[in-house]
Structure formats: structure tokens, C-alpha cells
């Protein structure tokens, strides 16, 4: 449970009402403020947590609506939009009380992040897309199914191979907390650069996932999809793009593509990661950002 804090920047957690929705965030470090935005949709925060980036800034972890302990709308699991993310971004920075922040934003929150971003820049400082894209469907899709099968192809021998393909076809099946957190668990392999190979250190992580089921449709059973192209070149704020080179479901053809469309972006690519590159590779990842924020 959230302990009431005067302080809304105060360590530690917190809770605020908003629009009669609890919204759960965490606040760790100092400096300047980095609000952070997970991704899924329905990851639970903790597997974005980075301690390196927290010794240089205040980062403030929102548990986005309808995962953890935040709350879930009346349509749940529908309805969970980039507009109503961005809505309770919008209130949780005007409960903070600061001037303006930056926005990071992982997978699916930076999807929320350049949508956020792209239309109420009036109180963000910079905006970093980490392992982002400009679109999602079924062009989306297939890239990452493209790569996919690469994989398969360098670990054929792997005994956990079959398991990871099952997992990848029933992915756009799964429909309970359950099943989603099962298949988030099943495919981690894949979204490391080499998690064989390290399998000691992130074995931790992969057994701590957990997940909630969240639909990609909106209010009225409607998928909800993301296209960015045309309004990127809009974008009025400083944007970092980072990501890594073997990340399978928002990797570099995308990152390049955001960097091409953004004006002025700065690109990253984290030669050493996948898709979890403040795991993977903390120290630069946390310079990175660090330097971007503070210039």
C-alpha cells in the first residue's frame, strides 16, 4: 500500500486520484526529474527499474493504470489508450509541482512518451524513446517475426527453442493475467542479446516478470492502433532514440525510422543489448540519458 507523503517528489510510494482512478507511482533519486513509463501494455514497473540512472536524477516510476497497484478503468481490460495514458501523465505532472520534466518511454510507453509528447509539449524538458517506433500493426508484426526466426535459426539446438515459438505464436492469443505473464516469462530469451550466456545474472529477472492482460482496443471494442509517420516531424521538444541491436520487437529499422522523422533527434544504439539495455548495459545506458537530461 502507498504511504501518504506530503512531498509528492518525496522517496518512496505514493498514490494520487486521478479522475477517480488510483494512480500508484514510485519515486527514487535526485536531481532532475525523469518520469519513467513502462511498457506491455500491463508490464508491471519493476522490471524498468534502474538504479544507475537514480544517482543522477529523480525518477519517478508510474505504475500505469490498470497494472499493479494503480487502478483499472470501468472497461478494463479495454480502453487503454495513448490518450487516456497520456491524460494521467498530464495529471500526474501537474501533482508533482515542477516546471517540467523529461519523459522516458519503454516499448509500448514510448509509444505513450512521442504521443505525449508530440501534444502537450508545454511541460517536457526532452523526451527519450527507448526501444520505441513510429508504428505498430501488422507491418510491426512481421518485422518482428522476421527476426524472430532469426533467432530460431541461431539457437536451433537450444532445448528451450520450441517453447519460445509457442509462446511467440500464442502471444496475440493470450487474454487473462495469467496467460500474458506466462508468455512475457517464456519469451525473455528472446528479447536479450544473449541471455544464455548470462543466464545466472538475468534468471532473477525473468522469473520476477508478471504482467496484466490489457487489450488493444479502446472504449468501444475498437483496436487501438499507433502511426505516428506524419506528425513526428512535428515534434517540438529535444528527443534521445535509444536501442539495441538485437532488440527484436522495437529494434533499430525503427529506431532509424524515429531518428529520420524526428528533427534534431539524437540516436543511441546499444551494440551489447535487446530490448533491455538499463539491464544489459546499465553504465552506458545511464550516461547516456544522464547526459541528454542535464544539458
Do not use: K, N
Request: overall charge negative; some cysteine; glycine content about 8%.
Amino acid at each position: 500500500m502507498a504511504t501518504p507523503l506530503a512531498d509528492p517528489l518525496t522517496v518512496g510510494t505514493h498514490a494520487v486520484d486521478i479522475d477517480g482512478v488510483t494512480q500508484s507511482y514510485h519515486v527514487h533519486g535526485t536531481g532532475p526529474v525523469c518520469i519513467v513509463h513502462s511498457g506491455g501494455p500491463g508490464m508491471f514497473w519493476e522490471y524498468l527499474r534502474m538504479p544507475e540512472l537514480e544517482e543522477h536524477l529523480t525518477v519517478i516510476y508510474p505504475e500505469p493504470i490498470g497494472s499493479g497497484c494503480s487502478g483499472r478503468l470501468s472497461s478494463h481490460p479495454h480502453g487503454y489508450t495513448r490518450p487516456r495514458y497520456s491524460r494521467f501523465l498530464e495529471a500526474l505532472i501537474e501533482h508533482l509541482g515542477v516546471p517540467e520534466v523529461h519523459l522516458l518511454g519503454h516499448s509500448h510507453g514510448g509509444f505513450v512518451a512521442q504521443y505525449h509528447a508530440l501534444r502537450h509539449p508545454e511541460r517536457i524538458a526532452g523526451v527519450i524513446l527507448y526501444d520505441s517506433s513510429p508504428l505498430t500493426g501488422p507491418e510491426h508484426f512481421a518485422e518482428a517475426a522476421r527476426l524472430v526466426q532469426q533467432f530460431a535459426e541461431r539457437h536451433a539446438r537450444h532445448p528451450e527453442l520450441p517453447a519460445i515459438l509457442d509462446a511467440f505464436e500464442a502471444m496475440p492469443a493470450a487474454s487473462d493475467d495469467a496467460q500474458v505473464t506466462a508468455v512475457a516469462r517464456a519469451l525473455v530469451p528472446v528479447y536479450f542479446a544473449d541471455y544464455w550466456g548470462r543466464e545466472e545474472e538475468f534468471a532473477p529477472f525473468r522469473a520476477a516478470v508478471s504482467a496484466t492482460y490489457i487489450s488493444a482496443l479502446d472504449e468501444d471494442l475498437v483496436p487501438h492502433i499507433t502511426d505516428d509517420r506524419e506528425e513526428l516531424g512535428s515534434l517540438a521538444v529535444p528527443a534521445l532514440i535509444v536501442v539495441g541491436r538485437h532488440d527484436f520487437i522495437c529494434g533499430v529499422r525503427w529506431a532509424e525510422e524515429l531518428h529520420e522523422l524526428i528533427p534534431h533527434s539524437d540516436l543511441l544504439i546499444l551494440e551489447d543489448s535487446g530490448h533491455f539495455g538499463h539491464i544489459e548495459e546499465p553504465e552506458t545506458f545511464a550516461h547516456a540519458v544522464t547526459r541528454f537530461v542535464t544539458a
